[in-house]
């Protein structure tokens, strides 16, 4: 199941400020499973792009580059884990599953 992530705000792990979706058309390895939920930061220079799936990842010409990807899976096992703010200069990182005990 599929959480919505429309409510939630979501910070680029590099700049700390809300990333945006976008629809911005990206490639993807046949083995991947495309981002129908894909963020971008608001700094418009910002390669990091998130989304549940696929975790923080650069996308450089349009193709998603996984060396600098940050997937993080909750205790639960839920998959994609993301910063939602910041405490005292510390990013928090949170489940985007509504109800999971690590969302809170
Ligand atoms: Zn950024
Ligand atoms: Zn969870």
Redo the contacts with the bound molecule.
């Keep these: 199941m599929m959480s919505d992530l429309r409510d939630v705000e979501i910070l680029c792990d590099v700049h700390l400020v809300p990333m945006r979706l976008t629809s911005d058309y990206v490639h993807v390895q046949p083995t991947d499973i495309f981002p129908s939920d894909l963020r971008k930061c608001m700094d418009i220079s910002c390669t990091r792009r998130f989304s549940e799936l696929q975790g923080y990842v650069d996308v450089i010409e349009n193709r998603i580059d996984g060396v600098n990807r940050k997937l993080k899976y ?1 205790p ?3 998959r994609g884990m993301a910063i939602v703010r910041v405490v005292n200069g510390v990013p928090e990182w949170k ?1 985007l ?1 509504r109800g ?4 809170k």
Excluded: F, Q
């Excluded at 999971?100 to 969302?103: A, K």
């Design positions: 909750c639960e096992g839920h489940c599953h999971c005990e690590c969302s």
